[in-house]
């Protein structure tokens, strides 16, 4: 085989590295006056979304679990500033958010379900994208956007093109 000046043979073309598969879940919660009024069921939905953090939280040895929380009526508030991987800090703000709906969601007098679906899904590429860079391109990750209401959007923000079931590409 005659080989190219200045090219050394290889016997492979990649190696293959083992990672573990990295999951981001933002969680939007509606806490809309629709939402709040019944206080039983605010209950219930407080004590639902723990349950469902502590089964995200991953045993040892499995694969990790960011969550980050929004909370929105009309307005949108980012409840977690980043992903977080606390779950005992995820379960403590949810009892924080419930105890002081007022500070999570100023304007609760509707539902922006779809700024809320937009800023999530902007929230899952803008961590896509410090991680890409942070591994040169090396992430292995998922993202769900998951959305808890009891009603449509009626705000009149578009639902941004890249939050309707596309695959997120930074």
Not at 88 to 116: C, M, S, W
């Amino acid at each position: 085989d005659a080989q190219l000046p200045g090219v050394q043979q290889c016997d492979r073309l990649a190696d293959s590295v083992e990672r573990d598969v990295e999951s981001h879940v933002v969680i939007a919660i509606d806490l809309s006056t629709s939402v709040t009024d019944d206080a039983a069921r605010l209950l219930q939905l407080r004590d639902a979304l723990k349950t469902l953090v502590r089964d995200l939280e991953p045993a040892p040895g499995e694969s990790p679990v960011r969550v980050k929380l929004i909370t929105f009526g009309r307005s949108i508030y980012p409840a977690t500033p980043s992903f977080s991987a606390d779950f005992a800090a995820i379960a403590n703000k949810l009892d924080d958010i419930f105890a002081e709906r007022q500070t999570y969601v100023p304007d609760p007098n509707g539902t922006n379900l779809n700024g809320a679906i937009n800023e999530g899904t902007l929230d899952l590429e803008d961590e896509f994208k410090v991680l890409r860079a942070a591994t040169g391109g090396g992430i292995v990750a998922t993202g769900t956007m998951l959305s808890i209401t009891d009603g449509a959007d009626n705000s009149g923000v578009e639902l941004n093109a890249r939050a309707g079931g596309r695959p997120l590409h930074g």
